[in-house]
């Protein structure tokens, strides 16, 4: 258990959001205001094959016990995987053998919700008092394919396959469905796939496109920090962001709708210019100076208008959506891209592509440019010696420009913010000494120009010290951490 655990909110009930959470006293930014430690941990829907200890895929291995994946011994006796174990060993129910290892296999689809019933079976006190209330959507999960699909695969296998119908009714374990589908979260996992994990307190925070507070999930233990992003006052509602914030509305507002089962209308959704952001706004191909927007980006049937008064340009959110899907899936391949010179030169080449049809800042483009943030200076044929100042400047630009949508769509303290800081760094340092050694800035312009990386690793690894220091971001943390005093080692130097 951890020594202290705060609790600096309240619970609160309203129409809009059902339960929802509000600060009971000023927040600073970064402040932790609880934890949580999850009711059931477990694999997503649509997993391939992994092992039901520690999550990494697996091939051809199954516990010796029970014949479920599991990568070896250790994991055979793993606390997550103990209870399955025994009752699956008991009921004879092996996992059937697949013939591709790492295709999904719905066949797990079970695991999570079976953990979750024997949690509750465990711990009945907390899972009235956290979970009995918790929001499931059964009336529109049940128009839905997957709802016929759990039936066959979770609540039929549950029930007659295992033989748990004196403990757990049918209607339970679709009940128990809907509570994962709706509530839970993905937790990224050290190795392999992310799992997902249900936290009753998280669950309850309340949704913004526009957030003020930030979670980060311990891998050890899978406890979930939660923190204030910015000062928050004292009876504010406390927001999560559910969706990708770096998602244009279409994309949040389609993915919400579809797995959390509400139409979002925060005050972002409902500015077509997304908070100035553009993150959502096109160019327009008939004319030379106006812009693509929602007229009602709350309304599917609003048509999208060009800015210029004159222009007659229309088009609607359907052939919207279906343009953002075409590029999304370009984007997607440069994802499975290994990090080499290619990962680079191919996302150079497909910003050039669209850089006419999308606002510089949409957030397809901008996606690309924070990818190209993180290659320049790591990737073979681009390490930061090499970069000539223009490309340094381009780094050091895509940085700033990430950073100045973070300002307006995740303000405040949060891990991408650092992750972006900690990029910025570089090339500032790089371009300030490369400007000194050409003889263009005397000594103390050096000096002057130097504080602005410091500032960038000092923020970074305040930030990042906060992420589990085993986890990309908190390792990341650290060498920021260390950067900063090399840094101001040498500036005492000069
Ligand atoms: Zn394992
Ligand atoms: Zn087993
Ligand atoms: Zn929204
Ligand atoms: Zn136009």
């Known amino acids: 258990m951890a ?42 829907p649509d997993t391939p094959p992994l092992c039901l200890g520690c999550y990494i895929p697996v091939e051809n291995t199954v516990c010796s016990r029970c014949g479920w994946p599991v990568c070896g011994a250790e994991c055979e006796a793993a606390p997550a995987h103990r209870a399955e174990c025994a009752l699956f060993a008991a009921a004879k129910v092996r996992f059937q053998p697949v013939e ?33 209330a918790m929001e499931t959507h059964t009336a529109a999960r049940q128009q ?34 809907g509570i994962l589908e709706v509530n839970s979260v993905e937790v990224p996992s050290r190795v392999g796939f992310s799992v997902r994990a249900i936290y009753p307190r998280l ?3 309340a949704h913004s496109c526009v957030p003020n507070i930030v979670h980060t999930i311990l891998q050890n233990d899978y406890q979930v920090l ?42 972002r959704c409902a500015d077509p210019s997304e908070l100035g ?49 075409v590029v999304q899936a370009e984007l ?27 606002h510089p800042r949409h957030a397809l483009l901008l996606s690309l440019k924070h990818s190209l943030a993180q290659l320049y200076g790591r990737v073979e044929g681009y390490a930061l010696d090499d970069l000539p100042d223009l490309v340094l400047e381009r780094k050091a630009d895509f940085c700033r420009l990430v950073l100045s949508t973070f300002d307006v769509i995740t303000p405040g303290e949060t891990r991408m913010r650092g992750m972006m800081l900690y990029e910025l760094h570089a090339p500032l340092m790089f371009l300030a000494r490369s400007e000194f050694s050409a003889g263009l800035i005397t000594q103390d312009q050096l000096k002057d120009k130097l504080q602005e990386p410091v500032r960038c690793l000092r923020e970074a690894a305040r930030i990042l010290a906060r992420e589990d220091p085993a986890s990309p971001e908190g390792i990341t943390g650290q060498i920021a ?8 080692a040498s500036l005492d130097s000069l």
Not at 278 to 305: F, R, Y
Not at 308 to 313: A, I, V
Not at 481 to 488: F, R
Request: aromatic letters at 8%; one cysteine or more; hydrophobic letters at 35%.
């Open 100 to 132: 591709d290892w790492t295709a999904a296999a719905p066949q797990l689809d079970c695991i999570t919700p079976l953990r979750l019933l024997l949690a509750k079976e465990n711990d009945p006190d907390r899972w009235e008092r956290e979970l009995a």
């Open 144 to 177: 839905r394919p997957t709802w016929a699909a759990d039936q066959v695969n979770i609540a039929d296998f549950l029930v007659d396959h295992c033989k748990l119908g004196s403990r757990f009714e049918k209607d339970l374990v679709q009940r128990v469905c």
């Open 277 to 325: 952001t553009h993150l959502s706004t096109l160019k327009c191909q008939k004319c030379d100076n106006g812009v693509i927007m929602a007229s009602n980006p709350l309304d599917d049937e609003a048509p999208w208008t060009c800015s210029d008064k004159k222009c007659q340009f229309k088009t609607s959110s359907a052939a919207m959506r279906k343009l953002l899907g």
């Open 3 to 44: 020594t202290e655990t705060p609790s600096h909110y309240d619970v609160l009930q309203n129409d809009k959001y059902g339960r929802y959470l509000v600060a009971n006293k000023d927040l600073e930014s970064g402040e932790l205001i609880f934890t949580d430690t999850p009711f059931a941990v477990g694999p997503k």
């Open 203 to 205: 669950a309850i925070s």
């Open 481 to 488: 951490q260390q950067s900063m005093e090399q840094l101001l």
């Open 226 to 267: 939660v923190r204030s992003a910015v000062p928050i006052k004292s009876g504010e509602t406390l927001h999560l962001c559910y969706t990708h914030a770096l998602s244009p509305t279409i994309v949040r507002r389609d993915y919400l709708l579809e797995s959390k089962f509400f139409s979002c209308e925060c005050a």
């Open 332 to 358: 997607d391949q440069l994802d499975a891209l290994e990090p080499g010179p290619q990962a680079i030169e191919q996302r150079e080449a497909t910003l050039n592509k669209y850089k006419s049809v999308f």
